[in-house]
Every structure is written in structure tokens, then in C-alpha cells.
């Protein structure tokens, strides 16, 4: 599959349903997961896109897309399990691309007040809809891990929330979700994700919890894009993201910690391309995607669009010769979204 094609599934979508598929809720959502030439992809639903599949073919306008295998990720049959208590396993964790449980341990964010939001973000939506529950309990979340690698052959996990009121951020919780998995599944490799917690010492924490990687996502390295993408996050200051990212970087190891870039926020995308550059000094993978507004995001409702392709794949291809050339790749992630790269172009490109 050409890096083009890629970049162009990215913005544009794909028409059809998935088995494996949500609208609504903590990305990646309004996604199909599907596999391309045999690697996991999470390609946004998208009625009016050009683009469409139909078993194992990839059409655009009515033309076959040559030499692209497409196969839709199978509905993995831990989604047919409950707990004792009869909550449903999906309504805990998903299945993401190919290999990857995902759950929001926290279903709720202190700053999803529309004067707070980030305005991409539709973390309890899903909450609203009655797919998901609010707080997962780790006893749970070991269950479904056990379940979806002995049934699914699931491979890594990923365990995002949203933020607390605590001076942790959440990340007490994310521990404690961690350390029952890990007793349950001890060779499931785990990613964690939060904002910089207020004590740094809980990043070691989650390290001695079982965590593997961690992600902590900034979105933005611009503070007035941040200021009028994320008003509550953004105060949030960068200092704390640096300090928090050299913390990281010093207990979990190089490569073994990421941060979201957003292409399409409004970023200069030469100053995106620079930090980008510094956060792989750091030791600190920069996965680059592209923006694109969900359903039941206060963007959807101001009429947002996805970033131009051609920005797109100018910038991940820049970022993915640096990664590359800095010798950080994928590849090399223990566990995660950068792991995974379902959501980006990277891995396309050697990233």
C-alpha cells in the first residue's frame, strides 16, 4: 500500500461497516478496523468518502485500489463474555486494530465542562450512550485481559482516563488497574496513559505497577493552539509536560514513552515538524496523526475538517525520517498507540 493511499484513508475515511467498529466515545472512535496488506489500521467511517471495501477488495470511485489486501478485523469473541455481576466485557475494554485491548479505566473527566473541553474530545459520550461504564474496576479489566489474549489472541493493552480532581491526575487508579492485570496476564505487556501527574513520583509508581510504556499526551506543542483547542488542559503548563517527559523517559527508558502530535489544530507545520524533532532528543516518541472531528465533539458541532492530506503527509513523513534516523521506532515500543500505529501514517513509513 502506497504511503499516498495511506495518508488519503486517513482523512477521507472509508463507507461500509466493519465487524469491529465504534461511533462515539475516547479515540480512536468513528472508526473501522480493518486490515491493509496485512497490518492493523483504524480508517475513519465515512459515508461520503470515495473510498469503500467489499471482502477482501479496496475500491475508490468505483476502481479497484490494486495491489491493497483488505480484510476487516474479526469481532473477537471475548465481546460475547459478562462478569458475575453481568456487565458486558465489551462494555470494559476493546479490541483495537488487529492485536490490541483498549479501556478508559475512568469514563469521566473533570474538565468536560464546554468551557473546559478539549474540543476533540468525546470521552464520555460513549459513557451517555450506555456502551461503557464510568470507572472500571482492575479485578474486571484482569478478567477481560485474560479472556481477550486466550480467546483473541490479544497482544498489548492499552489503559487511558480521563482526569481527576486529585492532585494524580488519575493515575493512582491506572495503577492499581495495572497491577491486577499483570497478576492475572504477567506477560501482557501494558501501555498507560494520563496527563503529567502533579507528584512526579507516580510515574515510578505506575512502573512498579507493571506499566511498560507510557503515554502523555500534549496534542499540541503551541500554547495558543493549546489555549484554543484544550482551555482547561491547557493550563497544563509545558514545563510540567517537559518535566513530566524527562521523568518518564528516565524510569520507563528511552522509546518507551509518547505523546500525541495533532496535524490540523491550526500548528505551524514547520514549528510542529521542529518539536517534534526535540521530543525525539528527549527520548520521547512523537506520534503524529491527523485531527479529524468526532461525533459529539464540540469541534463536530463548530463544522471542523481534517487536516489537507498533503500537510499531512508532508509532516509524518519529516517526523518519520527523524524517528528513523534517531533510531526510534514502532517497533521498538513495548506497548501502545505508537506500538500499534493503527491510528497514523508512521509505520508506512519505516516509523
Not at 22 to 28: E, I, K, L, Q, V
Not at 73 to 100: I, K, M
Not at 248 to 275: C, H, I, K, M, W
Request: contains cysteine.
Amino acid at each position: 500500500m502506497s504511503v499516498t493511499t495511506r495518508v488519503d484513508l486517513a482523512i477521507l475515511g472509508i463507507r461500509g461497516q466493519a465487524p469491529v467498529s465504534r461511533r462515539s466515545g475516547a479515540g480512536p472512535s468513528d472508526d473501522n478496523h480493518l486490515l491493509l496488506d496485512g497490518s492493523g489500521v483504524a480508517v475513519p467511517l465515512n459515508d461520503a468518502s470515495p473510498y469503500w471495501f467489499d471482502g477482501d477488495t479496496l475500491m475508490r470511485d468505483g476502481v479497484v485500489v490494486e495491489d491493497v489486501a483488505v480484510e476487516p478485523v474479526r469481532r473477537p469473541r471475548f465481546y460475547d463474555l459478562a462478569t458475575a455481576e453481568g456487565v458486558s466485557y465489551e462494555q470494559l475494554a476493546r479490541l483495537h486494530g488487529r492485536d490490541v485491548l483498549a479501556t478508559t479505566v475512568v469514563q469521566t473527566c473533570i474538565r468536560y465542562d464546554a468551557a473546559e473541553r478539549c474540543r476533540f474530545c468525546a470521552i464520555e459520550a460513549s459513557l451517555e450512550a450506555g456502551s461503557t461504564v464510568a470507572v472500571k474496576r482492575p479485578a474486571e479489566l484482569a478478567e477481560v485481559a485474560e479472556a481477550a489474549v486466550r480467546l483473541d489472541g490479544v497482544r498489548q493493552m492499552v489503559m487511558t482516563t480521563g482526569t481527576s480532581a486529585g492532585r494524580d491526575r488519575g493515575a493512582t487508579h491506572l495503577a492499581r488497574c495495572v497491577r491486577a492485570v499483570k497478576a492475572r496476564v504477567p506477560g501482557l505487556p501494558i501501555q498507560v496513559q494520563c496527563e503529567p501527574p502533579g507528584d512526579l513520583a507516580t510515574i515510578t509508581e505506575l512502573r512498579e505497577a507493571g506499566a511498560d510504556a507510557i503515554g502523555i499526551h500534549v496534542e499540541s506543542l503551541d500554547d495558543a493552539v493549546r489555549r484554543r483547542w484544550m482551555p482547561g488542559k491547557s493550563r497544563v503548563s509545558m514545563a510540567e509536560y517537559r518535566a513530566a517527559w524527562a521523568e518518564a523517559v528516565r524510569v520507563f527508558g528511552r522509546n518507551q514513552v509518547s505523546t500525541y502530535l495533532l496535524v490540523g489544530l491550526g500548528e505551524d507545520p514547520d514549528e510542529l515538524v521542529a518539536g517534534a524533532r526535540e521530543l525525539i532528543a528527549m527520548g520521547v516518541y512523537p506520534f503524529v496523526v491527523p485531527f479529524r472531528p468526532l461525533a459529539g465533539t464540540l469541534a463536530s458541532a463548530d463544522g471542523a475538517t481534517a487536516p489537507d492530506a498533503a500537510v499531512l503527509d508532508d509532516v509524518t513523513r519529516r517526523v518519520a525520517r527523524d524517528l528513523v534516523a534517531a533510531g526510534m521506532t514502532s517497533d521498538g515500543q513495548s506497548a501502545g498507540c505508537a506500538a500499534c500505529g493503527a491510528c497514523s501514517t508512521l509505520k508506512q513509513q519505516g516509523a
